[in-house]
């Protein structure tokens, strides 16, 4: 398994950690209103739950460099890098909310360790076979 600061799973378990971090900052700002879902932050709450579940048990086969940890690598960078659009397109749509400097740097960190993470799963490709 490669070394070094960056290894993929390295950038994955950070990857995730934005997302919940980013997540967070969601819930302070009502995200679930800008989603129009109903059942304000109960919903909001349960799918969190479900999607967190479905990210971390995709962490299982990375870490253990079975052929499915390949895809699973690009579906939490693919999972991830989609916020920056999500709320890129919010912010068109009129939206005031992620404003904050912490806000914009999970966003933004979100996105450039999924990009990176994208990257190293392709050039590391062989350690999945």
């Known amino acids: 398994m490669p070394t070094g600061l960056f290894t993929l799973n390295r950038l994955a378990l950070l990857n995730l950690a934005l997302v919940i971090g980013h997540q967070v900052d969601a819930a302070y700002w009502r995200e679930w209103e800008m989603f129009g879902l109903p059942g304000d932050i109960q ?3 349960v ?3 479900l999607i ?3 990210l971390l048990a995709c962490l299982v086969p990375i870490l253990a460099r079975s052929p499915a940890g390949f895809y699973c690598s690009l ?3 693919t999972c991830s890098g989609a916020i920056l659009s999500i709320h890129a397109g919010f912010a ?3 939206f005031d909310q ?3 400097p912490v ?3 999970l966003i933004l960190a979100t996105f450039l360790t999924s990009v990176a993470q994208a990257a ?3 050039k590391t490709r062989d350690e999945f076979l």
């Open 103 to 105: 806000s914009i740097l």
């Open 92 to 94: 068109l749509a009129g």
């Open 98 to 100: 992620f404003h904050l």
């Open 75 to 77: 579906a939490i960078a």
């Open 47 to 49: 799918l969190n739950v």
């Open 43 to 45: 919903l909001f709450a």
């Open 52 to 54: 967190f579940a479905g």
């Open 120 to 122: 190293l799963t392709v």
